[in-house]
């Protein structure tokens, strides 16, 4: 079918701004609500590339910044309407923030601030420590992880790694307001983001044991079915503790300690001292302690190959944190294990340079950017940004080899590829905005999210309420069975999966071009979950643009 795609929420008026179509069309217009012509250009033929499998045309009209609603024209057909504005994004940051209070476990959700999508307490009975005869634990608060009511310290790490590093790099993130009620512990002099990630490290510090190891998540034994949070009265486990969270929680716990100090002092000093226990548990503990499920359990096990790239990023906090010494040392030890280890690795879950890793399962690039925030000038530092620049400029090798200007290869559209862009994003934005400013990275990280809010073979915003062709069914309980039509705004889905991991997405053809392998299905986990970690780093990159 023809079709011009576009980024349907819209441009900043300085940004680059272009719709694909996939059909040919030699000229076309930008025309405004009154349909007065606004703009006229010629379109370029790209070709036909390996992800999206559409012949396309691109209609480029940077040279147009006026601002207000326009549609694009070409052939007989024409796009959703889409905005050009110097706060065209306000709505969406609102948004992607909010989501994390609408994912908040423990307490209610109050109609005054969730309205329709207010619920009742959940999860709040103490957690059995599985496989210990010890009493049973108080783990209650923080945000549910994804579609599933679990809670898992490293995605939450993560998650909160994103959004304060996003702190770190561009204050306008402490200006974005979305309407959350009072936190417990704060005098009301937090920021709205800092107060938000505050529920959650008050719940990984609850996720941690007096000898400061961390364990690995609470859940109930398996999966729950489709149901309203406070419905699911199903015995909540802590399973065993891991090298891996205890790491990220060191990690996380120094990150949010240089923030949170210029707020309330007695609170970043706790999470500083939490942080060196968990350190200290490390140094005890030098062999890695992976995470299994156990035996006969279904919740999400977020498994990791080994825990170098995480000690490597507690290191690095630390050293960024307090500067003392002897955590660059430890750093710099570690790093050299990422690297031995992605030498010797013979299937990676990730393409390019480890040291850039900012996902959950690997996470030395969360390392990388604290020593870019201590700015030592030193030989790690210079090597952490000319890594930085030859990945950003494999990415922008991807975005030349297809229409949509996608810094994305076919081996990307894994599970998840949604975060495999945001990710991308961000290390094109650190690099643009931190190391090297170019042009052509500003570009790369705009068609990304031109990608992610319409401008693609499927021809839909992946985030809910954001586009006037937003995905709508997102794999997620409460929106499943609240019996209200749209979903919460401001969800990321996880996007197209070559690998059609589920029921439903297995009943796509084979043969489909990566970026067409997607259903707006509530039953498609594999391809329409959502996670707090496909969230944050949206706001990270969005941040850079405020
Ligand atoms: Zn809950």
Request: charged share 25%; net charge negative.
């Amino acid at each position: 079918m023809e079709k011009i795609f576009i980024n349907q929420v819209g441009f900043l008026p300085a940004s680059a701004k272009k719709a694909v179509l996939n059909f040919d069309a030699p000229e076309f217009k930008v025309v405004d609500g009154a349909g007065t012509t606004v703009f006229e250009g010629k379109t370029s033929h790209f070709g036909t590339d390996e992800i999206s499998g559409e012949d396309t045309f691109v209609a480029d009209f940077s040279g147009f910044s006026g601002q207000g609603k326009y549609k694009v024209e070409a052939g007989f057909k024409e796009s959703v309407t889409f905005a050009i504005g110097d706060n065209v994004y306000d709505k969406l940051m609102h948004d992607i923030c909010k989501c994390f209070y609408y994912l908040r476990c423990g307490a209610a959700l109050d109609k005054e601030h969730a309205g329709v999508y207010y619920h009742e307490p959940c999860h709040l009975s103490k957690a059995t420590v599985y496989g210990e005869d010890v009493p049973a634990v108080d783990v209650s608060g923080g945000w549910h992880d994804a579609g599933d009511y679990g809670r898992y310290s490293t995605a939450g790490a993560v998650a909160v790694a994103h959004l304060l590093y996003g702190v770190r790099f561009f204050k306008g993130l402490f200006d974005i307001k979305f309407d959350i009620p009072a936190v417990k512990g704060d005098n009301g002099n937090l920021p709205d983001i800092l107060a938000e990630v505050k529920v959650e490290l008050d719940f990984l510090m609850k996720m941690q044991r007096e000898n400061g190891s961390v364990w690995h998540k609470v859940t109930t034994f398996n999966h729950a079915p489709f149901i309203m949070p406070e419905d699911d009265k199903e015995e909540l486990f802590l399973f065993s503790v891991s090298s891996i969270a205890t790491a990220d929680i060191a990690a996380v716990f120094a990150l949010a300690y240089s923030i949170y100090k210029d707020y309330d002092k007695a609170y970043a000093d706790k999470l500083m001292e939490r942080s060196k226990l968990a350190y200290k548990w490390l140094k005890e503990n030098p062999e890695a302690l992976l995470f299994k499920n156990a035996e006969g359990s279904n919740t999400g096990e977020y498994g990791e190959a080994e825990d170098f790239s995480n000690r490597f990023w507690a290191a690095a906090s630390l050293y960024e944190a307090t500067g003392e010494m002897k955590y660059r040392e430890d750093a710099l030890l570690q790093k050299e294990k990422v690297l031995e280890f992605d030498r010797n690795a013979e299937k990676k879950g990730y393409q390019g340079d480890v040291l850039t890793c900012l996902g959950w399962a690997e996470v030395a690039g969360l390392g990388a950017l604290s020593i870019l925030l201590k700015q030592d000038g030193d030989e790690l530092e210079k090597e952490i940004r000319e890594r930085f620049v030859k990945e950003a400029d494999r990415l922008i090798g991807n975005a030349k080899e297809n229409g949509f200007g996608l810094c994305m290869k076919k081996e990307d559209f894994i599970w998840g590829s949604n975060m495999e862009l945001l990710k991308y994003m961000m290390i094109l934005t650190v690099t643009d905005k931190v190391i090297k400013p170019t042009q052509e990275y500003k570009a790369a990280v705009h068609s990304g999210l031109d990608y992610l809010l319409g401008c693609n073979s499927m021809d839909i915003s992946y985030v809910t309420g954001n586009g006037e062709k937003a995905f709508k069914n997102p794999h997620l309980r409460p929106t499943a069975v609240d019996n209200i039509e749209d979903p919460w705004p401001g969800l990321v889905s996880g996007g197209p999966n070559r690998g059609l991991q589920d029921e439903i997405a297995m009943t796509l053809p084979k043969d489909l071009a990566p970026m067409k392998c997607y259903i707006d299905h509530v039953q498609c986990y594999s391809l329409n979950e959502i996670t707090i970690y496909w969230n944050s780093p949206l706001v990270f990159v969005l941040a850079s643009m405020m």
